[in-house]
């Protein structure tokens, strides 16, 4: 069936590292991967995606990897920020129209 | 261009009662998904629509919750008899008409309580 898996469900990051968070799925059939940023009460937002054509995206200081090979893709923030804490939820989408979503990184940043 | 919306944000129940929940897509979108997060967890698939039409409620009980996204108007989640386990955020999301691989922009979610 339709699975995601994400790690890891917590991280905590000195201010000014990077964050790397990873997630694979289990249809080599996936075609998108978007990555979403949950702050407490709030809605998600999406904050980048890639598809399948490519194996790299990145904006600014955000980018996403995608190997379709191992079916797993990662997110990847640099020179972290105080304002980067949240959950980070990864997806996949199954080809039917509907996503999937791991269970949520909850990032912390440590000024 | 105003985002996807939710009413009501928040929304407090008696076990029995019925919850009905509205989402207005952002304009012109024509898909809308229900999603459901239970506090501390992911976002669940429930159900997607397109205008009149149910395309996957794989993810939706099969007992007390209905979805609906008419001609005119909002989509609607109804769940009935409620229970203290539907106390949850439920989402909506939607996107555009092309179909496949298409970004889902969420709303700001009601928060259901049943007492």
């Known amino acids: 069936g339709e699975n995601v898996e994400q790690h890891p469900s917590t991280l905590s990051v000195q201010e000014g590292d990077s964050a790397v968070i990873k997630c694979t799925y289990s249809?080599?059939?996936?075609?998108?991967f978007p990555w979403y940023k949950q702050e407490l009460g709030k809605r998600p937002q999406l904050i980048i995606d890639?598809?399948?054509?490519?194996g790299e995206k990145k904006d600014q200081r955000i980018a996403v990897t995608l190997n379709k090979t191992a079916k797993h893709f990662s997110l990847h923030i640099t020179e972290t920020q105080p304002e980067d804490s949240a959950v980070y939820f990864c997806?996949?989408?199954?080809?039917?129209?509907?996503?999937?979503f791991g269970t949520g990184t909850r990032l912390t940043i440590i000024p | 261009n105003a985002g996807v919306m939710q009413n009501p944000r928040h929304l407090v129940r008696r076990r029995g009662q019925e919850a009905r929940l509205r989402c207005s897509p952002m304009?012109?979108?024509?898909?809308v998904y229900w999603y459901r997060q239970l506090p501390e967890e992911g976002l669940k698939f429930m159900v997607y629509?397109?205008?009149?039409?149910?395309?996957?409620e794989s993810g939706m009980p099969k007992e007390r919750f209905s979805a609906e996204f008419p001609k005119e108007g909002p989509s609607i989640l109804r769940i009935q008899q409620v229970v203290r386990g539907d106390s949850a955020a439920y989402f909506c999301?939607?996107?555009?008409?092309?179909?496949?691989?298409?970004?889902?922009?969420f709303g700001p979610g009601t928060r259901l309580l049943v007492l």
């Open positions: 629509l397109q205008k009149e039409n149910i395309i996957d």
């Open positions: 249809d080599s059939a996936s075609n998108y």
């Open positions: 999301a939607s996107s555009p008409p092309a179909g496949g691989m298409e970004t889902q922009y």
């Open positions: 304009k012109g979108h024509s898909h």
């Open positions: 890639i598809r399948s054509n490519v």
């Open positions: 997806a996949a989408h199954f080809g039917n129209e509907k996503l999937t």
